[in-house]
């Protein structure tokens, strides 16, 4: 018997193709591609989900899908692909990390930042790939797999709460943060790093998909004033704050955060490094915020679905934050200290 994979499509770029008029529109069903991807010894089965731009996928969205994911997970396949788009794909994994925590099989994330349709997309490199990793990876982890340069020549395989897309036309458009890669996938070759990963084949239960929705996460501009924070911290339950360099908050600014009270986690606006306070004397009064919780390496998207689902299971939100669950808090480590075997 051939093994399965089963593809769960909610739409995205992958899903469109360009009219006369040069416009893309979702009109386009990848399970079209299908005859173009092999091997013929993978049994693929298409199941739409959803049919929705990822610019308006949502935390009602992230829980159906995880749900799709489970009810597929029963029939017992190789592994499952997911075809998302991209605009938002990056949070969706990292939801999924974490409701999706337990796995006994990958789950791949992909989709294309051309048209599907269209016949230079990259949809179809990027599905063999996802396809690939679902049937013959020796992992079981939520990823994402997107072209690993501009020329497609591979693929690269993120840990789904380590993705972050940083460039919004190019077609190696996702990188992994303050982590390596889980590897690498050129052909039917998948190359690992040394990043340790659950393997396949564990226990797996249900997915865990309570989230609280109210949470926001700030950037800390210069111009930002008490009152601005104050308005953007009412009615939130949490916040994620992206603060300057390492993590500071202005020194006016604190003791704004100190009166919201509820949880606030401490991120950074640069997207590699981490939040790392301590180092400078002022950080101590930032520390000392008896609300305030280091975010660590964690990516400020990714801290913040980790806040909404951390808020939906209650308990000690600060313990949970401080907890590494799916590989999102850790030691960072620049992806170029890694090498690939070979």
């Known amino acids: 018997m051939k093994p399965k994979i089963i593809v769960l499509t909610t739409g995205g770029t992958i899903g469109h193709s360009l009219g006369k008029d040069g416009v893309a529109a979702m009109d386009f069903d990848p399970a079209q591609l299908a005859g173009a991807i092999g091997p013929v010894d993978i049994d693929i089965e298409f199941r739409l989900i ?38 938002t794909m990056h949070y969706t994994a990292a939801a999924l990390s974490f409701m999706l925590r337990d796995l006994s099989m990958p789950v791949v994330m992909t989709g294309s930042m051309i048209p599907g349709g269209e016949s230079g997309s990259d949809a ?11 049937a013959r990876a020796d992992f079981a982890e939520v990823c994402v797999v997107f072209s690993a340069d501009r020329e497609r020549s591979e693929g690269t395989i993120i840990r789904g709460c380590r993705a972050r897309k940083i460039d ?29 990963v659950r393997p ?41 704050l992206e603060g300057t360099g390492v993590g500071h908050i202005r020194t006016d600014l604190q003791p704004v955060v100190a009166r919201f009270s509820k949880p606030v986690v401490i991120s950074t606006q640069a997207v590699y490094g981490g939040e790392h306070l301590g180092g400078y004397e002022v950080d101590r009064r930032i520390l000392a915020l008896p609300n305030v ?39 960072a480590i620049p992806e170029e200290d890694f090498e690939y075997p070979r």
């Open 124 to 134: 179809l490199a990027n599905l063999r790939d996802a396809i690939t990793i679902a």
């Open 168 to 196: 919004s036309r190019a077609i190696n458009a996702f990188v992994s943060v303050n982590s390596p890669p889980i590897g690498r996938v050129s052909g039917d070759r998948i190359l690992r790093t040394g990043l340790a």
């Open 293 to 331: 919780i280091p975010g660590g390496d964690t990516p400020s998207e990714t801290a913040l679905v980790k806040l909404m689902w951390a808020l939906g299971q209650g308990g000690d939100i600060r313990a949970i934050m401080r907890t590494n669950i799916a590989g999102e808090l850790g030691a």
């Open 200 to 240: 396949r084949g564990l226990a797996q239960r249900r997915p865990v998909t309570s989230f609280d929705p109210k949470v926001a996460l700030i950037k800390l501009t210069p111009n930002m004033s008490c009152e601005m924070l104050a308005r953007f911290l009412a009615g939130c339950s949490a916040a994620v």
């Open 50 to 87: 959803l049919r929705k731009g990822s610019m308006d996928i949502d935390p009602d969205d992230w829980v159906s899908i995880a749900q799709a994911v489970a009810d597929a997970m029963a029939l017992a396949p190789r592994g499952i692909v997911i075809l998302h788009g991209t605009d």
